[in-house]
Protein backbone atom coordinates (compact mmCIF):
# COMPACT_ATOMS: atom_id res chain seq x y z
CA UNK A 1 0.00 0.00 0.00
CA UNK A 2 0.77 3.17 -1.20
CA UNK A 3 2.51 5.54 1.81
CA UNK A 4 0.37 9.13 2.86
CA UNK A 5 1.10 12.20 3.77
CA UNK A 6 -1.73 14.93 5.14
CA UNK A 7 -0.18 18.69 5.03
CA UNK A 8 -2.26 21.48 5.76
CA UNK A 9 -1.67 24.85 4.27
CA UNK A 10 -1.46 22.91 1.47
CA UNK A 11 -2.95 25.50 -0.94
CA UNK A 12 -0.11 27.76 -1.74
CA UNK A 13 4.08 27.69 -0.80
CA UNK A 14 5.70 25.39 1.08
CA UNK A 15 2.51 22.83 1.40
CA UNK A 16 2.20 23.03 -2.21
CA UNK A 17 6.07 22.27 -2.83
CA UNK A 18 5.82 19.22 -0.29
CA UNK A 19 3.15 17.89 -1.81
CA UNK A 20 4.97 17.72 -5.43
CA UNK A 21 8.22 16.86 -3.75
CA UNK A 22 5.93 13.44 -1.94
CA UNK A 23 3.85 13.04 -5.15
CA UNK A 24 6.43 12.49 -7.08
CA UNK A 25 7.66 9.33 -5.19
CA UNK A 26 4.57 7.84 -5.36
CA UNK A 27 2.94 8.82 -2.06
CA UNK A 28 -0.75 9.69 -2.24
CA UNK A 29 -0.93 13.40 -0.77
CA UNK A 30 -4.10 14.98 1.47
CA UNK A 31 -4.02 18.68 1.33
CA UNK A 32 -5.85 20.46 3.25
CA UNK A 33 -6.28 24.55 3.63
CA UNK A 34 -8.69 27.06 4.28
CA UNK A 35 -8.31 28.56 0.85
CA UNK A 36 -10.32 26.39 -1.77
CA UNK A 37 -8.94 27.85 -5.26
CA UNK A 38 -5.44 27.17 -3.99
CA UNK A 39 -6.56 23.46 -2.39
CA UNK A 40 -8.04 22.90 -6.57
CA UNK A 41 -4.10 24.64 -8.08
CA UNK A 42 -2.26 22.74 -6.00
CA UNK A 43 -4.33 19.31 -6.80
CA UNK A 44 -4.28 20.17 -10.28
CA UNK A 45 -0.17 19.67 -10.42
CA UNK A 46 -0.41 16.19 -8.81
CA UNK A 47 -0.92 13.06 -10.74
CA UNK A 48 -4.29 11.64 -11.01
CA UNK A 49 -5.69 10.02 -8.21
CA UNK A 50 -2.93 11.01 -6.15
CA UNK A 51 -4.28 13.52 -3.71
CA UNK A 52 -7.66 14.56 -1.76
CA UNK A 53 -8.61 18.05 -0.74
CA UNK A 54 -10.03 19.17 2.25
CA UNK A 55 -11.54 22.43 3.34
CA UNK A 56 -10.60 23.21 6.71
CA UNK A 57 -9.48 25.75 9.40
CA UNK A 58 -6.62 24.57 11.45
CA UNK A 59 -8.24 26.76 14.67
CA UNK A 60 -11.52 24.72 14.55
CA UNK A 61 -10.46 21.19 16.06
CA UNK A 62 -13.79 19.20 15.33
CA UNK A 63 -12.34 20.46 11.38
CA UNK A 64 -9.45 18.75 11.54
CA UNK A 65 -10.57 15.81 13.44
CA UNK A 66 -13.13 15.44 10.17
CA UNK A 67 -11.12 16.05 7.40
CA UNK A 68 -8.28 14.11 8.78
CA UNK A 69 -11.28 11.36 9.11
CA UNK A 70 -12.13 12.15 5.45
CA UNK A 71 -8.25 11.56 4.42
CA UNK A 72 -8.04 8.19 6.38
CA UNK A 73 -10.71 6.50 4.33
CA UNK A 74 -9.29 7.24 1.07
CA UNK A 75 -5.84 6.26 2.34
CA UNK A 76 -6.18 3.01 3.44
CA UNK A 77 -5.88 3.87 7.08
CA UNK A 78 -2.17 5.05 6.79
CA UNK A 79 -0.83 8.28 7.78
CA UNK A 80 3.08 7.89 7.39
CA UNK A 81 3.48 11.82 7.94
CA UNK A 82 1.46 14.23 9.09
CA UNK A 83 3.06 17.69 7.94
CA UNK A 84 1.69 20.89 10.31
CA UNK A 85 2.41 23.77 7.64
CA UNK A 86 -0.48 25.95 8.31
CA UNK A 87 0.89 29.54 9.15
CA UNK A 88 0.48 33.17 8.78
CA UNK A 89 2.30 35.79 9.53
CA UNK A 90 2.34 39.16 11.25
CA UNK A 91 5.10 42.06 11.65
CA UNK A 92 5.88 45.43 13.10
CA UNK A 93 6.31 46.65 16.75
CA UNK A 94 4.36 44.30 19.42
CA UNK A 95 2.17 47.68 20.14
CA UNK A 96 1.30 48.69 16.74
CA UNK A 97 -0.36 44.58 16.30
CA UNK A 98 -3.88 44.68 16.89
CA UNK A 99 -4.83 42.04 19.80
CA UNK A 100 -7.20 40.71 17.40
CA UNK A 101 -4.52 39.94 14.77
CA UNK A 102 -2.30 38.49 17.58
CA UNK A 103 -4.60 35.85 19.14
CA UNK A 104 -5.06 34.63 15.33
CA UNK A 105 -1.52 34.35 14.52
CA UNK A 106 -1.35 32.35 17.95
CA UNK A 107 -4.46 30.49 16.88
CA UNK A 108 -3.34 29.46 13.71
CA UNK A 109 0.49 28.78 13.95
CA UNK A 110 0.55 26.92 17.47
CA UNK A 111 -3.05 26.16 18.20
CA UNK A 112 -3.54 24.88 14.81
CA UNK A 113 -0.22 22.52 15.05
CA UNK A 114 -1.72 21.21 18.50
CA UNK A 115 -5.03 20.57 16.34
CA UNK A 116 -3.63 18.54 14.06
CA UNK A 117 -1.78 16.63 16.07
CA UNK A 118 -4.26 15.60 17.99
CA UNK A 119 -6.44 14.91 14.99
CA UNK A 120 -3.88 12.24 13.51
CA UNK A 121 -2.46 10.88 16.76
CA UNK A 122 -4.45 7.90 16.52
CA UNK A 123 -3.63 6.62 12.84
CA UNK A 124 0.21 7.99 13.13
CA UNK A 125 0.11 4.88 16.32
CA UNK A 126 -1.60 2.46 13.75
CA UNK A 127 1.10 3.70 11.06
CA UNK A 128 4.49 1.75 10.81
CA UNK A 129 7.38 4.64 10.60
CA UNK A 130 5.50 7.36 11.04
CA UNK A 131 6.29 10.86 11.41
CA UNK A 132 5.11 14.86 12.60
CA UNK A 133 6.72 17.33 11.08
CA UNK A 134 5.88 21.06 11.94
CA UNK A 135 6.87 23.98 10.15
CA UNK A 136 8.88 26.67 12.81
CA UNK A 137 11.14 28.96 11.17
CA UNK A 138 14.41 30.61 11.43
CA UNK A 139 12.47 33.29 13.54
CA UNK A 140 13.10 30.11 16.17
CA UNK A 141 16.32 30.36 16.88
CA UNK A 142 16.63 33.80 18.15
CA UNK A 143 13.67 36.20 18.83
CA UNK A 144 13.24 38.76 16.39
CA UNK A 145 12.25 42.70 16.76
CA UNK A 146 9.71 43.88 14.81
CA UNK A 147 8.22 39.80 14.55
CA UNK A 148 7.82 38.99 18.14
CA UNK A 149 4.99 37.43 18.19
CA UNK A 150 5.57 35.14 15.32
CA UNK A 151 8.71 34.12 16.28
CA UNK A 152 6.90 33.15 19.75
CA UNK A 153 4.70 31.11 18.41
CA UNK A 154 7.40 29.60 16.06
CA UNK A 155 9.74 28.91 19.31
CA UNK A 156 6.47 26.75 20.61
CA UNK A 157 6.69 24.78 18.07
CA UNK A 158 10.22 24.36 18.42
CA UNK A 159 9.25 23.50 21.67
CA UNK A 160 6.41 21.10 21.20
CA UNK A 161 8.53 19.63 18.24
CA UNK A 162 11.17 18.48 20.86
CA UNK A 163 9.25 17.43 23.61
CA UNK A 164 6.94 15.16 21.17
CA UNK A 165 9.99 13.51 19.66
CA UNK A 166 10.88 12.16 23.19
CA UNK A 167 7.53 11.39 23.99
CA UNK A 168 6.23 9.68 20.92
CA UNK A 169 9.56 7.91 21.21
CA UNK A 170 7.74 4.34 22.06
CA UNK A 171 4.72 4.87 20.39
CA UNK A 172 3.78 2.83 17.23
CA UNK A 173 3.12 -0.42 16.31
CA UNK A 174 6.27 -1.32 15.68
CA UNK A 175 7.90 0.22 18.85
CA UNK A 176 10.29 2.29 16.97
CA UNK A 177 7.89 5.66 17.62
CA UNK A 178 6.83 8.10 15.90
CA UNK A 179 9.64 10.69 14.62
CA UNK A 180 8.71 14.53 15.47
CA UNK A 181 10.63 17.06 13.60
CA UNK A 182 10.75 20.57 12.55
CA UNK A 183 11.42 22.74 9.49
CA UNK A 184 13.28 25.96 10.58
CA UNK A 185 13.47 28.15 6.88
CA UNK A 186 15.00 31.33 6.46
CA UNK A 187 13.15 33.71 4.38
CA UNK A 188 10.55 32.22 1.64
CA UNK A 189 9.01 33.65 -1.25
CA UNK A 190 5.30 32.79 -0.58
CA UNK A 191 1.72 34.72 -0.30
CA UNK A 192 3.00 35.36 3.47
CA UNK A 193 5.40 37.66 2.86
CA UNK A 194 2.67 40.38 0.71
CA UNK A 195 0.80 41.42 4.13
CA UNK A 196 1.82 44.42 5.45
CA UNK A 197 4.04 44.70 8.55
CA UNK A 198 1.66 46.85 10.96
CA UNK A 199 2.73 50.59 11.54
CA UNK A 200 3.99 50.59 7.97
CA UNK A 201 3.17 50.76 3.83
CA UNK A 202 5.69 47.91 3.44
CA UNK A 203 5.04 44.53 3.09
CA UNK A 204 7.61 42.03 4.54
CA UNK A 205 8.86 40.72 1.37
CA UNK A 206 10.10 44.57 0.77
CA UNK A 207 11.84 44.54 4.37
CA UNK A 208 13.15 41.27 3.71
CA UNK A 209 14.67 43.05 0.51
CA UNK A 210 15.81 46.09 1.74
CA UNK A 211 17.96 44.22 4.36
CA UNK A 212 20.05 42.58 1.79
CA UNK A 213 18.59 38.85 2.87
CA UNK A 214 17.95 36.21 0.55
CA UNK A 215 14.93 33.98 -0.46
CA UNK A 216 15.06 30.28 -0.46
CA UNK A 217 13.34 28.40 -3.17
CA UNK A 218 10.53 26.31 -2.16
CA UNK A 219 11.93 23.40 -3.99
CA UNK A 220 14.85 23.91 -1.20
CA UNK A 221 12.30 23.55 1.33
CA UNK A 222 10.40 20.74 -0.03
CA UNK A 223 13.80 18.66 -0.05
CA UNK A 224 14.38 19.68 3.76
CA UNK A 225 10.74 18.24 3.92
CA UNK A 226 12.11 14.92 2.63
CA UNK A 227 15.25 14.85 4.19
CA UNK A 228 13.69 15.54 7.83
CA UNK A 229 11.32 12.83 7.84
CA UNK A 230 13.67 10.47 6.77
CA UNK A 231 16.36 11.34 9.15
CA UNK A 232 17.56 11.49 12.77
CA UNK A 233 17.45 15.33 13.09
CA UNK A 234 14.90 16.71 15.00
CA UNK A 235 15.07 20.57 13.58
CA UNK A 236 16.12 21.09 10.10
CA UNK A 237 17.45 24.44 9.39
CA UNK A 238 16.89 25.68 5.41
CA UNK A 239 18.66 28.12 3.54
CA UNK A 240 21.89 30.50 4.30
CA UNK A 241 20.36 32.74 6.19
CA UNK A 242 19.42 30.64 8.72
CA UNK A 243 22.24 28.87 9.31
CA UNK A 244 24.09 31.71 9.74
CA UNK A 245 21.44 32.66 12.63
CA UNK A 246 21.98 29.59 13.90
CA UNK A 247 25.70 30.06 14.18
CA UNK A 248 25.48 33.33 15.50
CA UNK A 249 22.75 32.62 18.32
CA UNK A 250 25.29 29.53 19.57
CA UNK A 251 28.46 31.19 19.81
CA UNK A 252 27.58 35.29 19.59
CA UNK A 253 24.66 36.44 20.72
CA UNK A 254 25.68 39.95 21.39
CA UNK A 255 26.92 40.27 17.49
CA UNK A 256 22.97 39.15 16.94
CA UNK A 257 21.12 41.55 19.15
CA UNK A 258 23.29 44.48 17.64
CA UNK A 259 23.07 43.50 14.32
CA UNK A 260 18.86 43.55 15.51
CA UNK A 261 18.85 46.98 16.89
CA UNK A 262 20.56 48.12 13.72
CA UNK A 263 18.00 46.68 11.75
CA UNK A 264 14.76 48.00 14.03
CA UNK A 265 16.20 51.67 13.82
CA UNK A 266 16.65 51.40 9.66
CA UNK A 267 13.32 50.27 9.76
CA UNK A 268 11.28 52.18 12.01
Given amino acids: MRKAIFITGGGSGIGRA ?25 AALLPEGASSTHVMDVRDRAACDGAIADFARLSGGRL ?12 GQFGDVPPADAERLIAINFTGVVNGIYAGLALLEKTPGSAILNTASAAALYGS ?40 PSFIDTPLLSQ ?3 GTNATSRERVMAAGLEFTPVETV ?43 RDGS
Fill in 145 to 184: PGLALYSATKFAVRGLTEALDLEFSDHGPDGKGIKVRSLM
Fill in 80 to 91: DVLFNNAGIGVG
Fill in 18 to 42: VAQRFAREGWFVGLADINTAGLAET
Fill in 222 to 264: AQAAWDAVHGNRVHTVVGRTARKLRLIARWAPWLLKRRQRALQ
Fill in 196 to 198: TVS
